[in-house]
């Protein structure tokens, strides 16, 4: 609910803002270590090493490969057919990061306490770990230890640091003691099902390595699984330093230098740690796999002391410099965003994938929540940013599903479907890892999900030979799963309907017509059938191949088509909305009052059926479908639902607020939009859901870089076409933007002036902002001046009476002439209430609480004769009741090019313009009686629009009641109110007679 987020922690900012590019923590506080290791933690894709200090023991530090993981049976004591029957747990590797400092037989350690003198740094612009602890030694004598860490981009199983010792006024004797760890098990389960896991007899064995009697470095093989990984290190140790020979103990090895210090000495030691993978414990041939795991840990250690640490570092500074000069978002006004978003930006470029066989999982390379898994929000979160700013990431990831498509496959024959391919909710390997079907199996929104992702990626990147070539057959085959958990229901019309899914709302499950499963599928289905048709001329070879391969038929893609068409996605006769699903708006709504703050998020506190069984949404699902298909419902279904699923939806996901955020945006509500993009943008920094020390939440993290783009930069795509339309946040002077598109750079700047377009590089480029063209060519960038409406006006359309003339008194009289026949009251102040409601609707209104009842044909009779004593009265009106300026008004509005319409839901609107003189003037006059919804729906104004061929955004309404100008605002037009400011409050902006309009202040030229 947007009121009550109550059971989010409020803010309490530890991490420095600063200069926008650091995370900083003074200090040492224990409560917080275990969260300050997440926002800390480094990573390359591959490996993934948690912020633990050097010094300090911590049960939830540790290091990851995403590679590497453990596949356990799971048990139940009732299973039927078809339930997963493993779990994939990525389990804590060998953990390399740490060196302890010994000063004359002292370890050095770091008193807890916000005043310790430890200073932690996160550079984003580098990628660099950066501590530095000031220590005083008991005998006497203070050192200066200030350590580096990073994880390469460049070399994907090397972690390197460095550390240097200096001393201010200690004399005497220093060891570092350098150590390979290992022997942490995974996190046990618990109460928190997003935690946590019972391997059972799985694991993982460590076996340090001794050739020659030489521990030089650690084995660890799953037990289960039999996955290996290996784990090797080396050091540059710096003058004045001396090695002694590694040493074994119970979980570790280690190694000692030495030296010895006075005032103002220094001693640095560079350590390399090279880790090495594989799937299992032999190769191909029968081979063990330890000797090569050896040799090619081996080598990454010689290369990097070839190269050296500045090298190293460098290479990681280039890396993320040509990341940042992409992905980089500026925000003037408001530090603390501003480091946020490039903190998200960091954890999301750190922990993809780079090898097209792992992708990125809930938490990233950070923790171990969620078992390391992937989900659906991989592809509908986080895909789109990189799609968006490292669009090789995003293919990496896409790489990743088609590699697991033969799991799909799998998986949908143990569903139960004859034929096509059911990706898992949650998984590592590729099978389903989710013990809970409900709430898991049963969410098949996945494949449409995995499919919006493709699809995305080919419009960004325009790369369709990948598609053709890789990721059609992942397409076809998801898609073919539809017609089997649906079917055209004569009951719904001959309407295509899905049954018993469960959308992305987790806390409503099995459900039949979960909405935004049917929207999505209705994309994919249209989708994959267009693809189909395309590839039959432009990819011939490789459709055919694929066709061939799978048995797919012409037959078949008609079916998708025609399914696609006849989606069943229908609106709430009563409350104007989409249903969530076809029983949700019978529930009664969850108790919300009287639920206590500390019993949220629920699922942790009410069992699942208590829960299910009322209208609470634990995260956005109808309002997605407003996003991620928005291109097929019009602006005033989108508030209608924003609004209603708002008041029920409790953001125990933290997913959510960033959907609500940029629908908030797109409906024009700026506080609602930064309230829920600051909630989405700190939720790790500020630990707002208190779950950041399992890992950093990824989907969230991209949430908010979707915020800044999506949100109030407004961009949007079809058809190859790349469209804005900015909005200046409140508190903010100032936001830039990064996008790559088909293989262009560009750049959004957006201030109070207006927006900015600059193309850094590629072909020239049309986009469109505010629905108007803008062309951008290298060297000339584009500056769209901010006018009194964010869109250039091209079209005006007009209500008609009370703007173009006083019909008001006619209506009046005629409406009171029927009032008195039918013997119920009515007055001017009545009068003032039907204003823009059509003929039915004002009957109703003067009928309500009048005790009069009517028959439906009785109605209609009476809203005749009412009209017939107003065409009485109107008969008499000629060009000389115009209101004065209206005739000019029209004429320099043709003049300047401008289309001209009238959105009367008088339908006398005809016959009245012609004996005004004026209808020779107007492109088009709606056709009141056409009209589905009168005013307050957005459909006469967006009517009059589409024939004018203009579109909402470019047309500017004008209107005298509240009802025409809420109209107007849910077609997503701008409005001009005729009449009080303090009546016509939604109004963009309002004059007291029409007169008083003036071209060259509310239109500006496209």
Same mark, same amino acid.
Not at 430 to 457: K, M, V, W
Not at 906 to 915: G, I, M, Q, V
């Given at each position: ?25 003074? @200090? ?112 006497? @004598? ?33 060891? %570092? ?85 006075? #005032? ?72 603390? *965003? ?59 990831? *896409? ?16 569903? &139960?479907?004859?034929? @096509? ?11 389903? %890892? ?104 432009? /990819? ?38 989409? #249903? ?20 949220? =998020? ?5 069992? =699942? ?116 339309? #900015? ?15 088909? &293989? ?8 109070? /002036?207006?927006?900015?377009? %600059? ?185 009059? /629009? ?42 963009? /902006? ?14 500006? =030229?496209?």
């Amino acid at each position: 609910m947007a009121e009550r987020l109550s059971h989010v922690r409020a803010g309490d900012v530890r991490a420095d803002a600063g200069d926008g590019w650091t995370i900083r923590v003074q @200090g040492f506080d224990p409560a917080t270590a275990a969260r300050d290791e997440s926002l800390f933690a480094l990573a390359n894709g591959a490996l993934g090493v948690r912020g633990g200090v050097d010094g300090i023991d911590s049960a939830t530090d540790g290091a990851f490969l995403a590679a590497f993981f453990e596949q356990a049976p799971i048990h139940y004591h009732e299973k039927f057919t078809g339930f997963a029957f493993t779990t994939d747990t990525r389990v804590p590797v060998a953990d390399a990061k740490h060196i302890r400092v010994v000063l004359n037989g002292e370890t050095v350690g770091v008193a807890p306490g916000p005043d310790a003198p430890l200073t932690r740094e996160l550079d984003l612009a580098t990628g660099r770990l950066r501590t530095l602890h000031r220590f005083m030694a008991a005998q006497g @004598g203070a050192v200066e230890i200030a350590t580096e860490r990073l994880v390469s981009f460049a070399r994907p199983g090397l972690l390197a640091l460095r550390l240097t010792i200096r001393s201010i006024d200690y004399t005497g004797p220093v060891t %570092c003691l350098s150590d390979l760890r290992w022997g942490r098990r995974a996190e046990g389960q618990g109460d928190d099902p997003r935690i946590g896991v019972s391997l059972g007899s799985g694991g993982v064995d460590f076996q340090p390595i001794l050739p020659e009697s030489r521990p030089v470095a650690v084995r660890q093989t799953a037990r289960l699984s039999r996955r290996t990984a290996l784990l090797r290190q080396d050091h540059v140790a710096g003058p004045g330093l001396t090695a002694e020979e590694p040493f074994l103990s119970l979980d570790s090895i280690s190694q000692a230098f030495h030296a010895d210090l006075a #005032p103002g000495g220094v001693v640095t030691l560079v350590k390399f740690a090279a880790y090495a993978w594989a799937d299992g414990d032999r190769d191909n041939d029968g081979a063990a796999v330890e000797d090569r795991l050896m040799q090619e840990a081996a080598a990454t250690l010689q290369s990097a002391k070839e190269a050296g640490w500045e090298v190293i570092a460098a290479e990681q500074a280039d890396d993320l410099a040509r990341f940042w000069a992409d992905a980089d978002v500026v925000i003037e006004g408001d530090a603390g *965003l501003q480091q946020a978003i490039r903190f998200n930006l960091f954890h999301l470029y750190q922990s993809t994938g780079r090898d097209g066989a792992t992708s990125i999982a809930a938490k990233g390379l950070t923790g171990e929540g969620y078992e390391g898994h992937y989900f659906w929000d991989t592809e509908t979160f986080i895909l789109p940013v990189l799609a968006f700013t490292a669009p090789q990431l995003a293919r990496r990831m *896409l790489e990743y599903r088609i590699g697991r498509l033969d799991r799909a496959r799998a998986h949908a024959r143990g569903m &139960g479907h004859r034929a @096509g391919a059911l990706f898992p909710w949650r998984t590592i390997a590729g099978d389903e %890892c989710s013990a809970h079907y409900p709430s898991g199996s049963a969410q098949y929104h996945i494949n449409a999900d995995i499919a919006f992702a493709t699809r995305l990626y080919e419009e960004a990147t325009g790369d369709s030979a990948f598609l053709y070539a890789h990721a059609a057959e992942m397409l076809f085959e998801t898609a073919r799963i539809w017609p089997q958990v649906g079917h055209f229901n004569a009951r719904k019309g001959g309407a295509f309907t899905i049954h018993e899914v469960t959308g992305p709302d987790e806390y409503t499950a099995l459900v039949n017509n979960n909405f935004y499963t049917n929207a999505m599928a209705a994309a994919h289905l249209a989708h994959a059938a267009d693809l189909y048709r395309r590839m039959e001329t432009q /990819a011939p070879a490789e459709l055919a191949t694929v066709a061939t391969r799978i048995g797919l038929t012409a037959a078949e893609v008609t079916l998708w088509a025609r399914a696609a068409a006849a989606m069943y996605l229908p609106t709430d006769p009563d409350l104007g909305v989409s #249903p969530q699903d076809d029983d949700f708006l019978s529930k009664p709504v969850w108790p919300f009052a009287d639920t206590p703050a500390d019993r949220y =998020p629920l699922l942790l506190h009410y069992h =699942p059926l208590a829960i299910y069984r009322h209208q609470v949404c634990k995260q956005a699902d109808v309002v997605l479908a407003m996003l991620l298909a928005g291109n097929r419902f019009d602006r005033g279904l989108k508030q209608r639902n924003f609004d209603y699923y708002e008041a029920v939806t409790v953001h125990d996901s933290t997913l959510s607020p960033s959907t609500y955020g940029i629908l908030a945006a797109e409906l024009g509500d700026s506080d609602k939009a930064i309230r829920y993009f600051t909630e989405t943008a700190r939720i790790d920094l500020d630990d707002l859901h208190g779950n950041a020390s399992h890992g950093v939440h990824m989907a969230a993290m991209a949430g908010s870089w979707l915020g800044v783009a999506w949100g109030f930069g407004g961009m949007r795509w079809q058809g190859g076409e790349l469209r804005f339309a #900015p909005v200046l946040p409140p508190g903010w002077a100032r936001y830039e933007f990064g996008i790559r598109w088909r &293989g262009r750079r560009l750049r959004v700047a957006v201030d109070a /002036a207006g927006t900015t377009y %600059c193309l850094l590089s590629g072909d020239e480029l049309t986009i469109h902002h505010h629905g108007g063209a803008v062309m951008l060519a290298v060297g000339s960038d584009r500056h769209v001046a901010a006018g009194p409406f964010p869109a250039p006006v091209r079209a005006l359309i007009f209500d008609l009476d009370g703007v173009l003339t006083d019909t008001a008194e006619g209506h009046y009289q005629a409406w009171q002439r029927l009032a008195d026949e039918l013997g119920v009251p009515f007055d001017r102040e009545r009068n003032e209430a039907l204003k823009g409601i059509d003929r039915m609707g004002s009957l109703e209104r003067i009928l309500a609480g009048s005790g009069k009842m009517l028959t439906a044909a009785e109605k209609l009779e009476a809203a005749s004769r009412k009209n017939g004593y107003y065409q009485d009265l109107i008969a008499r009106f000629t060009p000389e009741d115009l209101f004065e300026g209206v005739r000019d008004l029209l004429l320099s509005a043709r003049q300047a090019g401008l289309k001209l319409g009238v959105a009367s839901a008088s339908r006398n609107a005809p016959a009245l313009l012609t004996r005004l003189g004026i209808i020779d003037l107007f492109d088009h006059v709606a056709d009141a009686g056409a009209i589905p919804n009168p005013k307050p729906a957005p459909d006469i104004f967006l009517s009059v /629009a589409r024939a004018l061929d203009v579109p909402a955004p470019l047309c500017l309404g004008i209107e005298d009641s509240m009802a025409g100008i809420t109209a107007i605002r849910q077609a997503g037009m701008p409005a001009v109110g005729i009449g009080d400011p303090a009546i016509l409050t939604e109004a963009d /902006a309002v004059i007291g007679h029409i007169r008083d309009f003036r071209l060259d202040r509310f239109v500006r =030229p496209a």
